[in-house]
């Protein structure tokens, strides 16, 4: 469906122009977000910058997630999921904790010691290369809240139903190209979906 995450960022930049979609800011999710973000930005004619978080894993399978704490420490938990496995609050917290540092010592490494944007009263569209249980975004977008942005857009290329719809309780407005019935993983919906290195993504910025 998508060639590569720079086609993905022009079909998803034609959907929001079509829409009249307007942002003060773009916020890509590092690090396949960013170069779906930088042809959303330029489209727009806004600036581009970044919102990061970090998968919190379950005990004995990190690849699980139970919930996803962003770099400001904005946490989201899976909590039926983290009843059923019995996760004790001193793992959760110690994850939380940890995976805040990561999610934070990226932000510092993207800047390269640029201030961060101001959110407040600003309509900021968050954008990145696909959702898949959106674990990670719903911690950015509640970030991006928190920092007092009035509105939140999240824009995505795909992402399946259920994902989209929850999403839609966590956002101002959800726009995705593509809702598949059949979704398995963001890969799947791309031709071209090598992983972006840590160089590759600071140079969108």
């Known amino acids: 469906?998508?060639?590569?995450?720079?086609?993905?960022g022009r079909q998803l930049a034609d959907v929001l122009?079509?829409?009249?979609?307007?942002?003060?800011?773009?916020?890509?999710?590092?690090?396949?977000g960013l170069p779906v973000g930088r042809v959303v930005a330029d489209a727009l004619d806004v600036p581009l910058?970044?919102?990061?978080a970090r998968k919190l894993g379950a005990?004995?399978?990190p690849e699980l997630g139970i919930g996803a704490v962003a770099s400001d420490g904005t946490v989201w938990l899976n909590e039926s999921l983290i009843g059923d496995l019995r996760v004790s609050d001193t793992y959760?917290?110690?994850?939380?904790?940890?995976?805040?540092?990561?999610?934070?010592?990226?932000?510092e490494r993207y800047r390269e010691g640029r201030s961060a944007p101001g959110l407040a009263g600003k309509t900021v569209l968050v954008v990145d290369d696909g959702v898949a249980t959106?674990?990670?975004?719903?911690?950015?977008?509640?970030?991006?809240?928190?920092?007092?942005?009035?509105?939140?857009?999240?824009?995505?290329?795909?992402g399946p139903p259920d994902t989209v719809e929850r999403l839609r309780e966590e956002a101002d407005e959800v726009i995705c190209v593509d809702e598949p019935s059949y979704f398995g993983a963001v890969g799947q919906f791309y031709d071209s979906?090598?992983?972006v290195s840590d160089d590759e993504a600071r140079s969108y910025l």
């Open 17 to 32: 122009g079509d829409r009249g979609v307007t942002a003060d800011v773009v916020l890509a999710i590092p690090r396949g």
């Open 193 to 195: 979906f090598t992983q």
């Open 59 to 61: 005990p004995q399978n």
């Open 49 to 52: 910058d970044i919102v990061a």
């Open 134 to 158: 959106g674990a990670t975004t719903t911690a950015c977008i509640r970030q991006v809240k928190n920092a007092g942005a009035e509105r939140v857009i999240l824009a995505v290329p795909v």
């Open 92 to 107: 959760v917290d110690a994850q939380i904790e940890r995976e805040r540092e990561a999610a934070a010592a990226k932000i």
């Open 1 to 8: 469906m998508f060639e590569d995450r720079t086609d993905a």
